[in-house]
């Protein structure tokens, strides 16, 4: 089944320890990127990656790392996550193979509450 | 500065009724428009998509229309279901901008039955 997995689901942590939340695609997505959802804001983009070991910023990226090392996988790394970040976080990935935009599948999300 | 504005933040209707969910954008750039459905606890799915060059876009129930010289957009559901009740974005990218989709904030559809 073609799909986007992230884990944890949900993650309880404090203020200043480092997290990763993982994510992997089985479609052989080259686009994969991480947005954020909070209430009243809708979704907004952390980072993306057009392929392995190219990476960008998206329009929350403070705070937040990345990587893409092998094509499936894209984790988001909080190296020392504060409350602000609690928020629930979607990773998305799509083909990329034709130039215009193509549909990006999200995965379940993952609830993320700094203390 | 909000690019794609979904100013409804919930709707509600008679199931067999038509929706009707409404999107603005602000960026001119913006060439390629996509529709979302979230329901509580997944993942945003995919619906439906125009691209700038149509008005008009049909799949099944759902309608999506484009006035660009209003940058309007506009998903039409008919006949609406219960199972149509979720939350709705609207979403726009921009040629060359890397695949980068705006998303506004969302518009919760209740269907009633």
């Known amino acids: 089944e073609a799909q986007v997995t992230q884990n944890p689901r949900y993650l309880i942590t404090v203020t200043g320890k480092k997290l990763t939340v993982t994510c992997s695609q089985n479609m052989n997505h080259e686009y994969m990127s991480w947005y954020r959802q909070d209430p009243g804001l809708g979704l907004r983009q952390i980072y993306y990656?057009?392929?392995?070991?190219?990476?960008d910023k998206g329009d929350v990226p403070e705070g937040y790392k990345v990587s893409r090392k092998e094509k499936r996988n894209f984790p988001l790394i909080l190296e020392s996550p504060s409350p602000n970040q609690t928020s629930l976080y979607f990773c998305?990935?799509?083909?990329?193979?034709?130039?215009?935009?193509?549909?990006?599948?999200f995965g379940p999300g993952t609830r993320l509450l700094v203390l | 500065d909000q690019q794609v504005k979904q100013n409804s933040p919930s709707l509600s209707v008679q199931e067999g009724r038509i929706s009707i969910l409404n999107c603005d954008y602000t960026?001119?750039?913006?060439?390629?428009f996509l529709w979302y459905k979230k329901y509580p606890a997944e993942g945003p799915t995919f619906l439906i998509s125009?691209?700038?060059?149509?008005d008009k876009n049909e799949d099944g129930r759902f309608t999506v229309f484009l006035n660009k010289s209003a940058k309007h957009l506009s998903l039409h559901i008919v006949p609406s279901q219960p199972g149509d009740s979720a939350v709705y974005f609207c979403?726009?990218?921009?040629?060359?901008?890397?695949?980068?989709?705006?998303f506004g904030k969302g518009t919760l559809l209740t269907v009633n039955p």
């Open positions: 960026n001119s750039m913006f060439d390629y």
């Open positions: 998305a990935s799509s083909y990329s193979g034709t130039g215009f935009t193509e549909t990006q599948y």
């Open positions: 979403a726009a990218s921009a040629w060359g901008s890397n695949y980068k989709l705006t």
């Open positions: 125009i691209s700038s060059i149509k």
């Open positions: 990656s057009m392929n392995v070991e190219v990476t």
